[in-house]
């Protein structure tokens, strides 16, 4: 069965400082996408990114910054100089790229706060 | 604009009153899920709907019904609400079959359930 981890349930942060919000997968499957969703205080999901299990090159998007190691099941997302805007659940979820896939497994979501 | 419209976003309730959640999207998607989020458990699939007329089950389908007559709506129903369910409800649907496991979700802005 599919799980996916995030461990830290909350973590609070002083405005420019670095953090890195931990993802730990488990599946079968050799085929598999993982995704982060950030979900702010006012409560809508959004897509941040989407890896594939093929391609494990970490990506970068501004402030943002993704960690894929397959060998240790890991997705980790690190946010560079934090800002008051990052304040949000964030959740890493898990998908399998057969067809007609049923279903994006969620972890706990961590809720991350930037203290001005 | 592409949307997963869902109504009502607040609804307060008693036990044992039916009620249904609406979900509408726009985007021509075969596929169509429902979730319900709780603190600490993240997001957990209740069903879901890899087109129209075909429903199934997903981790937590207990006490809730679906329906998918037509492609855009896939209406949430709790022929006899409890306490427990009590929760945030979100919708979403993405392209189905060939590469779906890649698809991403787009959600609708969730619906906040009570039921006293």
């Known amino acids: 069965a599919q799980k996916v981890t995030q461990a830290q349930t909350e973590i609070s942060v002083v405005e420019k400082e670095d953090v890195t919000l931990d993802c730990v997968y488990e599946t079968r499957d050799t085929t598999y996408y993982l995704f982060w969703y950030k979900q702010p205080p006012s409560g809508e999901l959004v897509f941040l990114i989407r890896r594939n299990s093929f391609d494990e090159q970490n990506e970068i998007s501004g402030r943002y910054s993704w960690n894929f190691q397959k060998s240790t099941s890991s997705f980790n997302f690190t946010i560079t100089a934090s800002q008051v805007v990052d304040s949000a659940v964030y959740f890493c979820?898990?998908?399998?790229?057969?067809?007609?896939?049923?279903?994006?497994?969620f972890g706990q979501g961590t809720r991350l706060t930037i203290n001005p | 604009e592409a949307q997963v419209t869902q109504n009502p976003r607040y609804l307060i309730t008693v036990t044992g009153k039916k009620l249904t959640v609406t979900c509408s999207q726009n985007?021509?998607?075969?596929?169509m899920s429902w979730y319900r989020q709780d603190p600490g458990l993240g997001l957990r699939q209740i069903y879901y709907s890899m087109n129209v007329e075909v429903t199934d089950k997903g981790d937590v389908p207990e006490g809730y019904k679906v329906s998918r007559k037509e492609k855009r709506n896939f209406p949430l129903i709790l022929e006899s609400p409890s306490p427990n369910q009590t929760s945030l409800y979100f919708c979403?649907?993405?392209?189905?079959?060939?590469?779906?496991?890649?698809?991403?979700?787009?959600f609708g802005a969730g619906s906040r359930l009570t039921v006293l």
């Open positions: 979820a898990l998908s399998d790229i057969r067809q007609g896939a049923q279903k994006l497994v």
């Open positions: 985007m021509n998607h075969e596929y």
């Open positions: 979403a649907s993405k392209m189905g079959q060939t590469h779906s496991g890649a698809n991403v979700l787009t």
